[in-house]
């Protein structure tokens, strides 16, 4: 058992997701209103995406490396909602344990250094630890089900951690929006980056597609 997980991202028109420029572009609040009409309460980002908005600039830098070596998480506080950050090797800093108002919640490996996971629990922050070899994403949302009774879960990027999403085959919807723009700079990253070459190209089905200002909201599911 896992929650049920939406991909809900906006890019421009190219596909690409740099927030600054889409900020521009869409002044609005616009992502806002369909992100509520989700109903996905906690939200999942990746370690870049959340040292741009939520972490502090300075990387968390252990004096002991010795990693957890073992399966395991810490509950803080149970909620409705959290903030979730994927960080698999401890690097991110943070001010305090919430971020939007929300409980921020860590997913690391099992290689992620006690010292880190030690100093999450002493801020009151909760966290999963699962993987040997990076992050064991199936079984960390596994985790997210069964401990923290997290039903529905947003994803909203970066483009790398929403393609190990993919990957792992744990997304069941895409919730997609396109602001009336073009970035078009080379290098920037897409929606979906970082996969192999030889990855197949994965078909999706509409489900349903609504203009909200002058941006596309559409809706996907898997075949």
Known sequence: MRPYIICHMMSLIDGRIDCDVTEQIETGDEYYEALNKLECPSMLMGRVTMEMHY?????????????KGEESCFIS????????????????K????QADDMPLLVITSEECPKEYLNTLTEQGISWIASGKRGIDLPKAMEILYEKFEVQRLCVTGGGHINAAFLKAKLLDEISMMWCPGIDGREGMVATFDGLSMDTPPTKLHLKSVEKMGETIWARYGFE
């Not at 600039?57 to 010795?66: D, G, R």
């Not at 506080?77 to 991110?92: E, F, N, R, V």
């Not at 943070?94 to 344990?97: E, K, Y």
């Open 55 to 67: 972490a502090l600039p300075e990387p968390y830098i252990a004096t002991n490396n010795e990693s």
């Open 94 to 97: 943070w001010q305090n344990n």
């Open 77 to 92: 506080t149970k909620s409705k909602a959290y903030m979730i950050a994927i960080d698999t090797y401890g690097k991110l």
